[in-house]
């Protein structure tokens, strides 16, 4: 288990990040997991709680990266008093009241979340995904993707095209 470098004992890149919920099957989500390039798979291991391992074979990867999702968060509530006070010492009476007025509701603030989604065919041919939250502790994905790409068979191949009619 590594906990700021690229490679594992046995020299696999591996990288640290979050489970997402629901998004890989017998991981729950919150729990922190390094993803390593064993072999023929992408081995992915909880960090804690050393549940079994979640397998994902490098053949069945068509591609991967990052999405960035961003969300507005309430941080609480604005203080009317404080503002209030401020503005008075700053601009006397008038400065109180707009201070006051502008202490009403919530304060705002803007969240980025960035993901790293895996696209792979499974079993059944269809399209799938599994998606991992990118944490503080995530460092070196850029070459563990590299890393990846490299090990990955049919990375970036096109897919075939039905041949025959549409049946709906």
Not at 89 to 118: E, F, M, Q, R
Request: charged share 20%.
């Amino acid at each position: 288990m590594v906990i700021f470098g690229n490679k594992d004992r046995q020299g696999n890149m591996t990288v640290n990040l979050c489970a997402v919920p629901g998004a890989i099957p017998g991981i729950p989500g919150g729990y922190a997991i390094c993803a390593t390039i064993d072999g023929d798979n992408l081995v992915i291991n909880q960090r804690i709680d050393k549940q079994r391992p979640v397998l994902l074979p490098l053949r069945k990867i068509k591609d991967f990266g990052t999405v960035r999702e961003s969300e507005i968060v309430n941080k609480g509530q604005k203080s009317v008093i404080g503002r209030a006070a401020v503005g008075g010492l700053i601009l006397g009476p008038l400065g109180a009241v707009i201070g006051g007025i502008d202490g009403t509701g919530t304060k705002k603030k803007k969240v980025d979340h960035v993901y790293w989604v895996v696209n792979y065919t499974n079993d059944d041919g269809q399209r799938s995904s599994i998606s991992f939250e990118v944490v503080g502790a995530t460092l070196g994905l850029k070459k563990f993707e590299r890393a990846l790409e490299a090990a990955c068979p049919n990375f970036g191949l096109p897919e075939a095209t039905p041949v025959g009619p549409i049946v709906l």
